[in-house]
């Protein structure tokens, strides 16, 4: 009996080291989605987009203005400011990667009619 019992846990272990490498790791099922601002569109497309944790957002302005991409503190899971792009100049992008999830609203604070919003998600 206890032969059968050491081959059981043997065999397990052999699988098991089989199988490991085909585990995904946390991040590696991370993406990065793009919002895009055209030239003269002064908005963000698109203007809504749902992610999970872990996720990226790249915003790439192809405009020819500035913009000033924030989210608007205390509106989203935590009162900080998640989203802070202040460098988006004409062909500049921004990165940023979402931790926490919930809702988070963002405009340009230069042109304030330019809104969109991030939903993140549980993974």
Request: glycine share 8%; charged share 20%.
């Amino acid at each position: 009996m206890l032969l059968w019992v050491a081959m059981a846990v043997m065999t397990g272990l052999a699988v098991l080291a089989v199988l490991w490498p085909l585990a995904p790791s946390a991040g590696e099922d991370a993406r990065q989605i793009d919002i895009v601002i055209a030239r003269d569109s002064y908005a963000f497309d698109p203007r809504q987009i749902a992610i999970e944790v872990g996720d990226t957002v790249r915003w790439i302005n192809e405009d020819t203005r500035r913009h000033l991409t924030a989210s608007i503190p205390g509106s989203g899971p935590g009162d900080h400011l998640e989203i802070l792009c202040e460098e988006l100049y004409a062909g500049k992008s921004c990165v940023h990667t979402f931790e926490t999830p919930g809702r988070y609203p963002y405009f340009c604070f230069i042109h304030n009619q330019m809104q969109g919003e991030v939903v993140v998600l549980d993974r």
